[in-house]
């Protein structure tokens, strides 16, 4: 069974990406979470296989959650999942971020690189 852990501010996002990602078989939603000090800490306690983050959250943004989580996390995935997509491409990419997706582009493209990096 995979686990992934769904991080957005927004509980509307959060539920979408969890209805979507649950359809998939031998695949756990084990935590979502709206903040990135939140993420950071349900991260290292539950060591998903995937991390699906938002740029913008409070406490941390998304840079330095996947930034953490990549020093502590080496073998969890990280999908940045944003309204910034190529604008935060480099700096994403610097901190460790496995894939970066544009929330405009809707969740098909999200699911395919859920199933990409879960497979």
């Not at 991390?51 to 998304?62: A, E, F, Q, S, T």
Request: with cysteine.
């Amino acid at each position: 069974m995979k686990r992934i852990l769904i991080a957005d501010d927004s509980e509307v996002v959060r539920g979408l990406i969890r209805t979507f990602v649950e359809q998939r078989p031998n695949v756990e939603v084990c935590a979502e979470t709206s903040n990135g000090q939140e993420t950071v800490d349900w991260a290292l306690a539950l060591q998903p296989d995937l991390i699906i983050l938002d740029v913008l959250m409070p406490k941390l943004n998304g840079i330095e959650v996947a930034s953490l989580l990549r020093k502590n996390l080496p073998k969890s995935k990280i999908i940045l999942f944003t309204m910034y997509g190529e604008y935060v491409q480099t700096l994403a990419t610097a901190a460790g971020v496995d894939i970066v997706l544009p929330k405009p582009d809707g969740l098909t493209p999200l699911m395919k690189a859920v199933e990409a990096v879960l497979s």
